[in-house]
């Protein structure tokens, strides 16, 4: 992820590129007649009106003056503050769910319009593709990177995003490249100085495993991603991993799972 500078409401723009993990959190739906929103799988300290499941469907009621409401179970795999998108990438799932289930009618860009007022993550997540994006990530560019296997270790500490962005000494000049050159340049992070020097955690684990594959923070962090050509040689690493070290192996594609499953039932 790139920072190419900082517009005058405190946002920050970037080059970066996206692509998915066939590894997730997994949503379940059933419709409910009245217009309650129930999260059945709450999350501890992140109460249900603030948690961006119960944010996302209490938006689209609200745009389109929906009467129906769902109960919503939540089956969570991936970190808390892992710079995965756990969190963006559930508020799209609930907007594409449940502008199906209610019969909303919305298409994909004014869903892509709502979910960027969640966070500028999820559009993405609504699109589905992997994407070269700027702006603060909500214009994208579908690209197809190649679909390897990585390792995603989390250091046992959450990074705010604010932390990074805050700090005074975070790059945010880097000058903006046309994507031909993004993509067959080597790919690195601005927001990883930042997170090593700040968390002792992180520049430990990027350290081991850069010993074994070419390693990057995820986004702001705190998650740190290896890059294998074979699962075999992502899960050997794995096996040898220190005790401190946790963390799962998955593939890089290019269709996210909920594209994916959406194209399965038509």
Partial sequence: MYITGR??????????LFQFLDYGDTLNFHVRQDNDICLLTPIDGVP???????RAARLLQQHTGCLLGADITLNKRLPM?????GGSSNAATVLVA???LWHCGLSQEALCELGLTLGA???????????FAEGVGERFIPVKPEEKWFLVAHPGVTIPTVTIFTDPDLQRNTPERKLDALLSSPFSNDCEPIARKR??????????????APSRLTGTGA??????NTESAAQRVLQQAPEWLHGFIARGVNVSP???FLTGQE
Avoid: M
Avoid at 7 to 16: I, K, M, N
Avoid at 48 to 54: D, P, R, T, Y
């Fill in 81 to 85: 503050g892992g710079g995965l998108g």
């Fill in 98 to 100: 449940l502008n199906h």
């Fill in 48 to 54: 249900n009106e603030q948690n961006l499941i119960v």
């Fill in 223 to 228: 998650c740190v991603f290896a890059e294998f």
């Fill in 121 to 131: 993550d999820v559009p993405v997540f609504i699109y589905g593709h992997s994407a």
């Fill in 7 to 16: 517009r005058p409401d405190g946002y920050h723009t970037l080059q970066t």
């Fill in 258 to 260: 909920l594209k994916t």
């Fill in 199 to 212: 968390y002792p955690e992180v520049e430990q684990l990027i350290s081991w495993l850069l010993e074994y």
